[in-house]
T-cell receptor, first 111, second 116 residues
Framework: KQEVTQIPAALSVPEGENLVLNCSFTDSAIYNLQWFRQDPGKGLTSLLLIQSSQREQTSGRLNASLDKSSGRSTLYIAASQPGDSATYLCAVRGNTGKLIFGQGTTLQVKP | DTGVSQNPRHKITKRGQNVTFRCDPISEHNRLYWYRQTLGQGPEFLTYFQNEAQLEKSRLLSDRFSAERPKGSFSTLEIQRTEQGDSAMYLC??????????????FGQGTRLTVV
């Protein structure tokens, strides 16, 4: 059974700092991995999708990496801003096609 | 296309009543998923459809829950005889799959259910 773990559960940083969010999964047989952002009381916004054959994806200040063999992904946020404050969720897609989510990392960026 | 749309956004109901939620996916997406999320937790899988066929239903889902996707377009999720433990955010997502490949999944804004 696939299990996804995100560490840390919460993170508070000053504005401008670079930071890394971690995601680990137990079954390396995945199709892809997707990072999402969720603001309080809202739905999920897709940030980055990494296919199983890829090692990383970049979008603006965000960079996500994938090491399938070790069951790990990281989301790197450069030059953090208060508007980045949200919960970040990673999800892996296995052979049934459904997304399995971690518990999320709640990020607070202080001005 | 305006993305995945869910209605209503909020629903307050009395315990024991039935409720129905609707999800309109991105038009060309053949897969549609329903998830449930409680405070402080990640989304939990409920069920999914490939076109109009319901291919998997979580074992955590009681018989009070039913979902349909007639004609492979919009989907409805019905909860019968609601209980306070059903209070949660219900999320819908869609994606395109084919040939063993899956595109990016997009989520709607969710329906917040409160059972009083």
């Amino acid at each position: 059974k696939q299990e996804v773990t995100q560490i840390p559960a919460a993170l508070s940083v000053p504005e401008g700092e670079n930071l890394v969010l971690n995601c680990s999964f137990t079954d390396s047989a995945i199709y892809n991995l997707q990072w999402f952002r969720q603001d309080p009381g809202k739905g999920l916004t897709s940030l980055l999708l990494i296919q199983s054959s890829q090692r990383e994806q970049t979008s603006g200040r965000l960079n996500a990496s994938l090491d399938k063999s070790s069951g790990r992904s990281t989301l790197y946020i450069a030059a953090s801003q208060p508007g980045d404050s949200a919960t970040y969720l990673c999800a892996v897609r296995g052979n049934t096609g459904k997304l399995i989510f971690g518990q999320g990392t709640t990020l607070q960026v202080k001005p | 296309d305006t993305g995945v749309s869910q209605n209503p956004r909020h629903k307050i109901t009395k315990r024991g009543q039935n409720v129905t939620f609707r999800c309109d996916p991105i038009s060309e997406h053949n897969r549609l998923y329903w998830y449930r999320q409680t405070l402080g937790q990640g989304p939990e899988f409920l069920t999914y459809f490939q076109n109009e066929a319901q291919l998997e239903k979580s074992r955590l889902l009681s018989d009070r829950f039913s979902a349909e996707r007639p004609k492979g377009s919009f989907s409805t999720l019905e909860i019968q005889r609601t209980e306070q433990g059903d209070s949660a955010m219900y999320l819908c997502a869609s994606t395109l799959s084919g040939g063993g490949e899956y595109t990016e999944a997009f989520f709607g804004q969710g329906t917040r259910l409160t059972v009083v």
